[in-house]
């Protein structure tokens, strides 16, 4: 971290007292200093172009130095970043710097203080932020991954739609969801093979668009195993619900592969539906699962 790399912006009311602070920064090595005659106008500078520290004068009429500090601690945590706050004062008593440290600044100096002594507080003060920021920065990159890592970890590899985790959690939310705001629950299991062996990756990306294709939005599409697709949705209306909608599935599959995989052999498939909207007592995952592993069925 270089001097010159840092960027500084100077809030004070008069005029001389901002020459002077720039000027004792520019002799001392820093050269990306922006001045500001009030705290609108330095927070204006803020948000045009972050600053790694803000010299603000503790008592300038309007917004004062503490109340500009309440406002970048706010634009810091809107952004997610730290910005090194120095309040100067002439009155450098001991109940001025206690409450400044409570409102989160970061350093106080009179501003009788010389050029080496404002300059090695502002460089303490940038140092502070750009580790504060760098840590944020690699919290930032860490949980990126992990959400990366967890998206993964709820697809399946080779179709790319949700896996059999994806699959129990929402299917636990829709249950929720009906039991408290009404509805039903419904969930189709759809199993595609050959007889020879396991389908190739364009035979079950196939599969899983022609279901896509055929549902609503919101309706989930998952691959449940090997070679069993699932299809979770909800219904508004328990007593119009058509379990018919399930061959409508079964015939998307087979327009669209013409009963044969991309090798030509010819696919078998079978299906089962579980359905419900009465939750008391709630069923869990596992039953409805396994009510519709049950209700399989060889469609010819």
Same mark, same amino acid.
């Given at each position: 971290?270089?001097?010159?790399?840092?960027?500084?912006?100077?809030?004070?009311?008069?005029?001389?007292?901002?020459?002077?602070?720039?000027?004792?920064?520019?002799?001392?090595?820093?050269?990306?200093?922006?001045?500001?005659?009030?705290?609108?106008?330095?927070?204006?500078?803020?948000?045009?172009?972050?600053?790694?520290?803000?010299?603000?004068?503790?008592?300038?009429?309007?917004?004062?130095?503490?109340?500009?500090?309440? $406002?970048?601690?706010?634009?810091?945590?809107?952004?997610? @970043?730290?910005? /090194? !706050?120095? +309040?100067?004062?002439? %009155?450098?008593? *001991?109940?001025?710097?206690?409450?400044?440290?409570?409102?989160?600044?970061?350093?106080?100096?009179?501003?009788?203080?010389?050029?080496?002594?404002?300059?090695?507080?502002?460089?303490?003060?940038?140092?502070?932020?750009?580790?504060?920021?760098?840590?944020?920065?690699?919290?930032?990159?860490?949980?990126?991954?992990?959400?990366?890592?967890?998206?993964?970890?709820?697809?399946?590899?080779?179709?790319?739609?949700?896996?059999?985790?994806?699959?129990?959690?929402? $299917?636990?939310?829709?249950?929720?969801?009906?039991?408290? @705001?009404?509805? /039903? !629950?419904? +969930?189709?299991?759809? %199993?595609?093979? *050959?007889?020879?062996?396991?389908?190739?990756?364009?035979?079950?990306?196939?599969?899983?668009?022609?279901?896509?294709?055929?549902?609503?939005?919101?309706?989930?599409?998952?691959?449940?195993?090997?070679?069993?697709?699932?299809?979770?949705?909800?219904?508004?209306?328990?007593?119009?619900?058509?379990?018919?909608?399930?061959?409508?599935?079964?015939?998307?599959?087979?327009?669209?592969?013409?009963?044969?995989?991309?090798?030509?052999?010819?696919?078998?498939?079978?299906?089962?539906?579980?359905?419900?909207?009465?939750?008391?007592?709630?069923?869990? !995952?596992?039953?409805?699962?396994?009510?519709?592993?049950?209700?399989?069925?060889?469609?010819?």
């Amino acid at each position: 971290m270089r001097k010159e790399d840092l960027s500084i912006i100077v809030v004070d009311d008069l005029q001389f007292s901002r020459e002077v602070v720039k000027s004792g920064l520019l002799k001392s090595g820093f050269s990306d200093i922006r001045t500001a005659a009030s705290a609108d106008e330095g927070m204006f500078q803020l948000n045009e172009r972050r600053a790694h520290v803000v010299l603000a004068d503790f008592w300038m009429p309007g917004l004062n130095g503490l109340e500009m500090t309440d $406002l970048i601690r706010r634009w810091d945590e809107n952004n997610d @970043r730290y910005t /090194g !706050v120095i +309040l100067l004062t002439a %009155e450098d008593t *001991t109940s001025s710097i206690v409450v400044a440290f409570d409102r989160g600044v970061d350093d106080f100096i009179s501003k009788s203080a010389n050029q080496f002594e404002l300059a090695a507080r502002v460089f303490g003060a940038a140092r502070n932020a750009f580790q504060q920021n760098e840590l944020r920065e690699r919290t930032r990159a860490v949980s990126d991954q992990f959400m990366r890592i967890k998206q993964f970890s709820q697809q399946d590899s080779e179709t790319s739609l949700p896996n059999r985790m994806q699959l129990e959690s929402h $299917l636990e939310a829709l249950v929720s969801h009906c039991s408290t @705001r009404g509805g /039903g !629950v419904a +969930l189709g299991l759809i %199993e595609v093979s *050959t007889d020879d062996g396991k389908l190739r990756r364009g035979t079950l990306k196939t599969v899983g668009n022609s279901l896509q294709l055929a549902l609503r939005p919101l309706d989930m599409v998952s691959r449940y195993d090997t070679s069993t697709f699932a299809v979770a949705l909800s219904y508004q209306e328990p007593l119009v619900f058509n379990t018919k909608m399930f061959q409508r599935l079964i015939s998307s599959i087979k327009r669209h592969t013409n009963d044969t995989s991309d090798e030509g052999k010819p696919l078998n498939m079978s299906a089962g539906v579980w359905h419900g909207h009465v939750f008391d007592p709630r069923p869990s !995952v596992a039953d409805i699962i396994s009510a519709a592993q049950d209700a399989i069925e060889v469609i010819a």
